[in-house]
């Protein structure tokens, strides 16, 4: 898919005054198409969870040469079905790729893979490529920077906004920074995977961006949770309050997305209650950085927690309505 490149709006700009170079790509018809001998020819997978899996298949089917890795091999299986190649660690992945794509769990798991005993830092090498779309704090990924740069390798952080089914209907939107030449080489595998992609400046601030997007996501999840319980206690049906939501000023995708299932205490995983939460734990210390204070994430934080307590970790986020039921039943 061909590419156009806009100028983010002066307002959004403003926003970062000191960091110049952020632009916002969309897929649409140009002529900046890369050439063909731009493009990665190699592309390593490693992580093929929730997210993982779909983005990797639409690699494949989009006709690149990938080779998959993942903690637990059975999840590799259906991947080299559809002509995914197989190495038993990150190492041997990124020594064998071009450029190799992580999507891992959480900060830990990101660093382990990427800089641990057979992380991709030992086998990667000068002028390959390594890009982290899992969400992680700025930190981790400027570690995880340092290590691929070390090896003079190009690395560039891209968490995604979107979920399970922008997954795997290639809609997903890229929040990168790091080095552009990377961005720029991998923007045509990006538009596979994704429909937008911005490019942020350094490395941290991509991470930054996609903590935000989530500690906002998870206050509204909380808030919409509180809606549904509050209206099926008050007497009106749950199901019209989301039809009404719905067709008012405060409508969301996500709340006419979940909201049916929600109604019927059903929460098929999407996006995992744990990494909600582990994002709002991430935007938390994000906002004592810049001693932020950001107290709707705080207390919706803890909503979150006790969800977590309740066993519903590898729900979806969505469930965290069950622990403002567990609670009112206290
Ligand atoms: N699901 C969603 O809607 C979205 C998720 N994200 C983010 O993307 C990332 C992945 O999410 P998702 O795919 O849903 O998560 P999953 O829990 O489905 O997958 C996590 C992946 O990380 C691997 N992993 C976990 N711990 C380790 C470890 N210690 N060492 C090596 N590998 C490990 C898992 O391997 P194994 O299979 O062996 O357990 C699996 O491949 C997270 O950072 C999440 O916050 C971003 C946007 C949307
Ligand atoms: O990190 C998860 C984001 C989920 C979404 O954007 O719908």
């Known amino acids: 898919m061909a590419m156009c490149s806009t100028q983010l709006n002066s307002q959004f700009l403003s926003f970062f005054p000191a960091k110049p170079r952020f632009f916002v790509s969309i897929k649409a018809t140009s002529a900046s198409t890369p050439k063909d001998d731009d493009i990665p020819a190699s592309i390593g997978f490693l992580g093929l969870g929730i997210m993982g899996t779909p983005m990797a298949q639409n690699l494949i089917k989009a006709g690149r040469d990938v080779t998959v890795w993942n903690r637990t091999k059975s999840k590799c299986e259906p991947l080299i079905s559809l ?3 197989y190495k038993p660690s990150p190492e041997e992945v990124a020594a064998s790729c071009d450029v190799t794509f992580a999507m891992l769990a959480d900060p830990e798991s990101a660093l382990d893979v990427a800089c641990g005993k057979y992380g991709a830092a030992k086998g990667i090498s000068p002028g390959k490529g390594y890009v982290d779309v899992s969400t992680v704090d700025g930190e981790t990924s400027k570690l995880i920077c340092e290590q691929i740069r070390a090896t003079g390798a190009h690395f560039l ?9 922008p997954a795997e209907d290639g809609q997903l939107i890229f929040l990168t920074a790091g080095d552009e030449v990377l961005y720029e080489k991998v923007a045509s595998l990006l538009d596979i995977m994704g429909k937008s992609r911005f490019y942020l400046g350094e490395v941290g601030n991509g991470a930054a961006m996609k903590l935000v997007v989530n500690m906002v ?26 039809e009404v939501i719905s067709q008012g000023a405060i409508n969301a995708p996500m709340y006419a997305l979940k909201g049916p299932s929600m109604v019927k205490s059903s929460y098929p995983t999407a996006f995992p209650l744990k990494h909600q939460q582990k994002d709002l734990r991430l935007a938390l210390g994000l906002a004592e950085s810049v001693s932020q204070p950001i107290p709707i994430a705080a207390a919706t934080n803890e909503l979150y927690k006790v969800a977590k307590s309740h066993g519903l970790s590898d729900q979806d986020f969505s469930a965290v309505i069950e622990a403002l039921k567990v609670k009112l039943q206290q």
């Open 83 to 85: 002509g995914a190649k």
């Open 157 to 165: 952080e891209a968490p995604v906004s979107g979920s399970k089914k």
């Open 217 to 242: 996501m998870g206050s509204m999840m909380a808030s919409f949770s509180e809606g549904l319980v509050l209206s099926e206690k008050v007497g009106p049906d749950p199901s019209v309050l989301v």
